[in-house]
């Protein structure tokens, strides 16, 4: 059973299921600006974990290095990427088959990249050949028929630029997230990153101009929120970083494909889209080579 899937990998797929779930959870959030979804969303996150988070920080201690990782990953996860994919897809008209969601797809290039660089990770033949077919069934999985929607308006290229700009975030905070996993636990790592996010959020938020904006929520979005926290927010990071521990960050990010997956089936179930016979096919290549990827996991803990 060990050998069907390991433990580190199992919690990637776990935390990327409850991210592709979460697209649903914040369609009520819409009338909120990004920057002040992403400020409570960690607010309230930071505040859940502090019960654990609170007694490992007077025992474990981070070195200068793993400072300024942590505050990367806070800077670049939890506020630029989220604002630089957001605003990708309001200048596409938030165009589900569109070129936002083709240039992201380059984010476990640069985590592959950026692993290589700061963990020293290296990949095999064997891995390039499963990795490259998880690839392509993802982009087969998203788009119907292998068909991307590049009409989308005069702000398309800047779109293109954001998009490239949140898989760049995202793929190095995976890296450097990793990195200080390794010296430390993951529930001090999580409350490291929440805790850290919530000024970084408040500081783009007041530069943003959206003060007022803190006010805005009512009590139903507020519930919404922590409901978020406490399932594809927090909870699903904490869950993602207890794997990311044992799992290279080059096979957490393939592993992470599963999210776009996932999403295909929640438009299945709750808003009964009909899928192109290619989705399906793809989406069993997918799977295979997921599984075939997390096989080649190496963990040095």
Known sequence: MKRLFSYGPLLIVIAAILWGVDGVLR???????PITIVFFEHLIG????????????WKEKLSKKEWWAVLLVSLLSGVIGTLFFTTALAKTGFIAFSVVF????LQPVF???TAAIVLKERVSPKFITWALLALVAAYFVTFPNGVVNLDTGSGTAIAALFAVGAAFAWAVSTAFSRFTLLGHSHTYVTGMRFFLTVPLALIVLLLLGQSASLTAP???????LIIISLSTGMVALWIYYR???TTQAKVSTILELVFPLTGVFIDIVFFHTVLAPSQY????????AVYNVSKLNKSVL
Do not use: D, H, M
């Not at 009512?218 to 919404?224: K, L």
């Not at 096919?281 to 295979?288: R, S």
């Open 27 to 33: 369609r009520s959030l819409y009338s909120l600006p």
């Open 46 to 57: 930071a505040l859940l974990i502090a019960p654990f988070f609170l007694p490992k920080l």
């Open 102 to 105: 083709l240039l992201q797809k």
């Open 111 to 113: 985590t592959i990249g």
């Open 218 to 224: 009512s009590f139903n979005e507020f519930g919404r």
């Open 243 to 245: 794997g990311l521990k």
């Open 281 to 288: 096919f793809a989406a069993a290549v997918l799977l295979f």
